[in-house]
């Protein structure tokens, strides 16, 4: 008897560990994706006013990236923008509008986005992986 109530408090700790693992790791995804893999066609990037297109790889990398971003509103940001990259377009099916994405700081952190109001941004988790996605894109001197 005694053995069965240990093997059951010992369950009950183990189920609880778990759930405090779980509670502690979970990252929150985001209510609605930035841009959906279904409806990109194309992306390019304009590095030092030439377009560079990305390939299926890069594209599904650089989605995953701007989708674990969040938007957020800042009316007292001043722009810092990198020396390179100007532009990234997302070309979408369906009819509907391009997405424009312009870089607003040097660590690419931060992007304003073309149907969005001016006050918001689009914040971005993993700028070092980012920029390192974006150096293979364009051609470097």
Excluded: C
Excluded at 34 to 61: K, M
């Amino acid at each position: 008897m005694k053995t069965a109530i240990g093997i059951i408090i010992i369950f009950i700790f183990i189920l609880f560990g778990v759930s405090v693992i779980y509670l502690t790791t979970y990252q929150h995804k985001p209510s609605g994706w930035f841009v959906s893999h279904d409806d990109v066609r194309g992306i390019d990037v304009v590095s030092d006013d030439l377009p560079y297109t990305l390939n299926f790889a890069q594209q599904g990398s650089l989605i995953h990236i701007l989708n674990s971003g969040k938007k957020v509103k800042d009316s007292s940001f001043s722009s810092t923008p990198p020396p390179r990259v100007s532009k990234i377009t997302i070309y979408l099916f369906s009819g509907k509008p391009d997405l424009i994405l312009l870089p607003e700081t040097e660590d690419f952190s931060r992007f304003s986005v073309s149907l969005w109001d001016s006050n918001s941004y689009l914040d971005i988790i993993q700028p070092k992986q980012l920029e390192e996605l974006l150096k293979t894109a364009y051609d470097t001197p």
